[in-house]
């Protein structure tokens, strides 16, 4: 009788163990997620003003390196600097 008690102490540590590792996982991934959107749509915002600055500025050139600056910013998660920083703080879901 002793034996089946502690095997039934142990079972249920690992299922508690086990049932916080994936409610902890799901947090994580849940996170993770609605980073990737935020970062999608900071990126779709740097594009956007791409396609303006390509309207207004003769020098495509420049328009490229503002794009390429923008979604550096994006995927640094607003820690580079640039001149569109400004897609990052609208790109909150």
Do not use: Y
Not at 49 to 62: E, G, S, V, Y
């Amino acid at each position: 009788m002793n034996c089946k008690i502690k095997i039934f102490h142990i079972f249920c540590f690992f299922m508690i163990l086990s049932f916080s590792l994936f409610s902890f996982t799901g947090v994580s991934i849940a996170q993770e997620e609605e980073l990737d959107e935020r970062v999608k749509n900071c990126i779709s915002c740097c594009n956007a003003k791409t396609q303006a600055c390509f309207n207004i500025n003769p020098d495509r050139r420049l328009c490229a390196v503002e794009l390429e600056a923008c979604v550096a910013t994006c995927k640094s998660e607003g820690e580079s600097p640039s001149e569109w920083s400004d897609c990052w703080s609208q790109s909150e879901p």
